[in-house]
């Protein structure tokens, strides 16, 4: 059974750093992309950054370019979202997802599992 569970969030001022986890069980963890999506009350969930099997691909929305870092560590089963420079309009619940295939996508009903979220708030 998959199961994707996120940790790391909380409350943080505008201009801080939280770096978010996404822990993988229950398949091969490292033949898959795997990405992370947000949603803000009254928003659609957005795509935020992907990484492939690998980690040698990564791509980020045009939101969070150049604050964000998408990594993993296939030996811990682990995938990492570093989030820097926060704004408030990055006050959303964050989620991993496990990509059908091995690179990376934006594309959200590529994903085939959903961890449950962590929300991120971050004040003004």
């Known amino acids: 059974q998959v199961q994707l569970v996120e940790s790391g969030g909380g409350l943080v001022q505008a201009g801080g750093s939280l770096r978010l986890s996404c822990a993988a069980s229950?398949?091969?963890?490292?033949?898959?992309?795997m990405g992370w999506f947000r949603q803000s009350p009254g928003k659609e969930r957005e795509f935020v950054a992907t990484?492939?099997?690998?980690?040698?691909?990564?791509h980020y929305a045009d939101s969070v370019k150049g604050r964000f870092t998408i990594s993993r560590d296939n030996a811990k089963n682990t995938v990492y979202l570093q989030m820097n420079s926060l704004k408030p309009e990055d006050t959303a619940v964050y989620y991993c997802?496990?990509?059908?295939?091995?690179?990376?996508?934006?594309?959200?009903?590529?994903?085939?599992?959903w961890g449950q979220g962590t929300q991120v708030t971050v004040s003004s």
């Open positions: 997802a496990r990509a059908g295939t091995g690179t990376g996508t934006t594309i959200p009903v590529v994903y085939d599992y």
């Open positions: 990484i492939n099997w690998s980690g040698g691909i990564t």
């Open positions: 229950g398949h091969t963890f490292s033949r898959y992309g």
